[in-house]
């Protein structure tokens, strides 16, 4: 039971180019959520899903995109990086109360 | 939409003192309010949370104080140990009623003092 799997861990891009975060998990929820994490902004809600084929947006939903056409996957989908997009990016899940999280892709856009 | 302030950003204590991390929210139907702990470079994991039809829960060390009525929620960490030092992050949301979105507070960095 893998839990949360995101990839890549690390990427440098520079600005303009496009590039997918990949999350899946195995535990069979039917949440699926993507975060971002800034110094002294915390947890920002990008996107999220509650099912394959439902997706919706978040705090922060400007310049990604997300679909959801299984229950395991969950992509998010940066079409023209920007610096303002340098940060950490977390996939979460969950069936009720407690999220879990994958443990993070550091994104830097020169 | 739901709005989480948490309170304070930074935290020292010195190693066997308590530490209050308070946070208040703005959806009167969020009922559902958990507390994360993330170690340096480490992802968030769930260390407490608390329901609507509860005052409180401890949990050893760990404590967490809901009052709906004034629409905050606090955690409380007693005889602090070096390893608690970390990144504290509140969380409110409604998982039951199809509110989906969780929401999180902006954090607390906890440094305990040896």
């Known amino acids: 039971n893998a839990g949360v799997t995101q990839t890549p861990k690390f990427q440098v891009l520079k600005t303009g180019q496009s590039m997918t975060l990949q999350c899946a998990q195995d535990?069979?929820?039917?949440?699926m959520s993507w975060y971002r994490q800034d110094p002294g902004m915390g947890l920002r809600l990008i996107h999220y899903s509650v099912g394959a084929g439902i997706t919706d947006q978040g705090e922060v939903p400007n310049g990604y995109n997300v679909s959801r056409s299984t229950t395991e996957d969950f992509p998010l989908r940066l079409l023209s990086a920007a610096p303002s997009q340098t940060s950490v990016y977390f996939c979460?899940?969950?069936?009720?109360?407690?999220?879990?999280f994958g443990e993070g892709s550091r994104l830097t856009v020169l | 939409g739901e709005n989480v302030e948490q309170h304070p950003s930074t935290l020292s204590v010195q190693e066997g003192d308590s530490a209050v991390i308070k946070c208040t929210y703005s959806?009167?139907?969020?009922?559902?309010f958990p507390w994360y702990k993330q170690e340096l470079g480490k992802r968030p994991q769930l260390i407490i949370d608390i329901r609507s039809n509860v005052g409180e829960k401890k949990d050893q060390r760990i404590a967490v104080t809901l009052n709906k009525t004034a629409k905050h929620f606090s955690l409380h960490i007693t005889e602090t140990q070096p390893e608690d030092s970390a990144v504290y992050f509140c969380a409110a949301t409604s998982p039951f009623s199809g509110t989906y979105k969780y929401i999180f507070g902006t954090g607390t960095r906890l440094k305990v003092l040896a």
């Open positions: 979460a899940s969950k069936n009720t109360g407690e999220l879990f």
């Open positions: 959806d009167s139907a969020s009922n559902y």
């Open positions: 535990m069979n929820h039917e949440y």
